[in-house]
Every structure is written in structure tokens, then in C-alpha cells.
């Protein structure tokens, strides 16, 4: 079982979003039903995100803006996030990320805000994961502090191993009580200039993902070509991700279109597989979001089922 249920991209064309890829899993119908939507600029969950230029959870269907629900209820779908992608006030594209309300389903999803020189919880959504959710309310971030604070200190994605355990996990001793064990933080660029961090954590029996990379596409790193480096992640088949020797002689590298996370480097779009190809060994599904600072494509993360 998996936290998350299934992933789509939404591109602008003019002032709509259109379908551009989904990975469903055996969602059929509610796939068939997503491939024929569109939205306006402001309507349903990806419309809203692109006219609020903000990551935005809802955590229930019903009564809200979104326009799927009986589809959504009838594939066990209860909640999602949209991610906007914007290349400075460009929108780029939107990825929707959407979970079921199984019992005993453990993970988080979490949307951080910059107020008075604090990060405080915009919205989240937790599973069966009720107690860590309720002690996450009123948890605020200095910059530096905690994964949400890393990754606004840093101003680039963070990925945290063992959360339950760590010092500067905040809220460890709630995430090894719900089963917690990884985050991924990611720095999300908005037109108004607020910080906003979104924050993947997952479980051990009912994960996110079972992988996680962050590639670094900076020419500062890896020159004038488009190239990108993996600079951090974690598997459960490989291990560590992260070059092992110092100095690093073993740094894997990409190019654009080079692979799935290459797709990203090439397209300046989020890419979705769902059937396994160019994957590594074990995997089926992927999502890659790309990071911009600016006009430009500074990181990568993906995560794989």
C-alpha cells in the first residue's frame, strides 16, 4: 500500500489548464475522467493554485472547489495537493498529488508560510496520522530550524533520513510515535515573493515513496551545459544515493533529456512515469518537480513507488 494514490500534470494553454500526464495506478475510470477535464484560471483544484500562486491542500472533496468529487470518491480518493510551478511569474505547470483516507494509512503532507519572520503551518494533510497532525498546528520555524526551516535557510530542497530520531527533526519524538521515517522538503516559488515550503513525509508501511533524489542543476555546479548532478538521496533497495568518497569520485550525472529526471532538465516541466520505463529496477512510478529560482531550473526532486 502507498500513501499517495495518483499524480497528474496540469499545463497552461492560454487561459486553461490542460491535461498533460497522470500516472492513475488501477484508477481507470477517474483517469478517464481527469484526461478530458480542463480548467479556467481560478476554478477547480488547479485552477486555484495557479490564481492563488501558492501550493494548496485540501484535505476533504466535499463542499469545496473541487470539480472530480464523485469521480474521486468512487476511485477512494479523499484529499490532494496542487503544486503551481512558476519560472519567476510565469506559470510553468501544476502537479496534483492525490491520497486516500485508507485506515492505518501513515504520512504527511504539508504546506509551510512564511508570517513575521516565521514558518507556520498553512495546511497539511496526515492520514490516520491524527496525534502528529493535531502536535503540528502550533509548531512555528525560525529559519535553520527543523526540515521546514532547512530548506527556507538553504533555499533548496532537503531531504531528512530517520526524522523519529533525529535532533533537528522538531517534532521527532511524534514522528517515530506515527511511524514516520523520511522527509523531503521543497522550496516552492511564488510571484508574490512569499517562502512557502512543501513537505513530503513518509512511513514505513504505507510510504510516499520508497525513493528520493535531489539533483542540483545550477551552472554554478555543473557548468553552462544542462546537466544536473544527484547531490542527495535514499532508496530501500540501494541505500544512500549520495556520493560515498571523498572527494566524490562516483557522482552520477545527467543531461537534458537524458533519463526521466532528464525529461525535467530538457522541458522545464514536472514529468510522471507510470509504467516503469527507464526507471531503476524495482520501480514503477515516478514523479520529478523542478525547483526554479528565478527564470531558472536550479534543482530536481523526484520520489519513486
Same mark, same amino acid.
Given at each position: 500500500m502507498s500513501f499517495i494514490k495518483a499524480s497528474e500534470i496540469w499545463l497552461p494553454e492560454g487561459e486553461t489548464l490542460v491535461f498533460d500526464a497522470g500516472d492513475y495506478g488501477p484508477l481507470a475510470a477517474f483517469a478517464d475522467v481527469s484526461s478530458q477535464?480542463?480548467?479556467?484560471?481560478?476554478?477547480?483544484?488547479?485552477?486555484?493554485?495557479?490564481?492563488?500562486?501558492?501550493?494548496?491542500?485540501? =484535505?476533504?472533496?466535499?463542499?469545496?472547489?473541487?470539480?472530480?468529487?464523485?469521480?474521486?470518491?468512487?476511485?477512494?480518493?479523499?484529499?490532494?495537493?496542487?503544486?503551481?510551478v512558476f519560472a519567476d511569474d510565469a506559470l510553468k505547470a501544476v502537479l496534483v498529488v492525490l491520497c486516500g483516507d485508507d485506515a492505518g494509512h501513515i504520512g504527511a503532507i504539508e504546506v509551510w508560510e512564511d508570517r513575521d519572520d516565521r514558518l507556520h503551518l498553512e495546511a497539511g494533510y496526515y492520514g490516520a496520522a491524527e496525534d502528529f497532525g493535531t502536535a503540528s498546528q502550533d509548531v512555528v520555524f525560525a529559519h535553520g530550524e527543523g526540515l521546514p526551516g532547512g530548506v527556507w535557510s538553504a533555499q533548496m530542497p532537503v531531504l531528512m533520513r530517520q526524522i523519529g530520531s533525529r535532533h533537528g527533526f522538531v517534532r521527532g519524538e511524534s514522528a517515530m510515535a506515527a511511524g514516520l521515517t523520511h522527509g523531503l522538503g521543497?522550496?516552492?516559488?511564488?510571484? =508574490?515573493?512569499?517562502?512557502?515550503?512543501?513537505?513530503?513525509?513518509?512511513?514505513?508501511?504505507?510510504?510516499?515513496?520508497?525513493?528520493?533524489?535531489?539533483? =542540483?542543476?545550477?551552472?554554478?555546479?555543473?557548468?553552462?551545459?544542462?546537466?544536473?548532478?544527484?547531490?542527495?538521496?535514499?532508496?530501500?533497495r540501494e541505500g544512500p544515493l549520495w556520493a560515498r568518497q571523498n572527494?566524490?569520485? =562516483?557522482?552520477?550525472?545527467?543531461?537534458?533529456?537524458?533519463?526521466?529526471?532528464?525529461?525535467?532538465?530538457?522541458?522545464?516541466?514536472?514529468?510522471?512515469?507510470?509504467?516503469?520505463?527507464?526507471?531503476?529496477?524495482?520501480?514503477?512510478?515516478?514523479?520529478?518537480?523542478?525547483?526554479?529560482?528565478?527564470?531558472?531550473l536550479a534543482f530536481i526532486t523526484a520520489w519513486y513507488l
Open positions: 477535464s480542463q480548467f479556467a484560471h481560478g476554478e477547480g483544484l488547479p485552477g486555484k493554485a495557479w490564481a492563488e500562486g501558492c501550493p494548496i491542500v485540501l =484535505d476533504q472533496f466535499d463542499g469545496s472547489y473541487f470539480q472530480r468529487t464523485v469521480a474521486a470518491h468512487e476511485a477512494g480518493l479523499t484529499c490532494a495537493i496542487a503544486i503551481p521543497i522550496p516552492v516559488q511564488a510571484p =508574490d515573493g512569499r517562502t512557502r515550503i512543501v513537505t513530503l513525509l513518509t512511513g514505513a508501511d504505507t510510504p510516499l515513496a520508497r525513493r528520493f533524489e535531489i539533483w =542540483d542543476g545550477r551552472p554554478e555546479r555543473v557548468g553552462p551545459r544542462r546537466a544536473a548532478v544527484r547531490i542527495d538521496g535514499i532508496c530501500e572527494p566524490p569520485v =562516483d557522482i552520477v550525472t545527467i543531461t537534458a533529456w537524458q533519463g526521466p529526471v532528464g525529461q525535467v532538465l530538457g522541458s522545464g516541466l514536472p514529468h510522471i512515469v507510470g509504467n516503469g520505463t527507464g526507471l531503476p529496477a524495482g520501480y514503477r512510478s515516478m514523479v520529478a518537480l523542478p525547483v526554479y529560482r528565478g527564470e531558472d
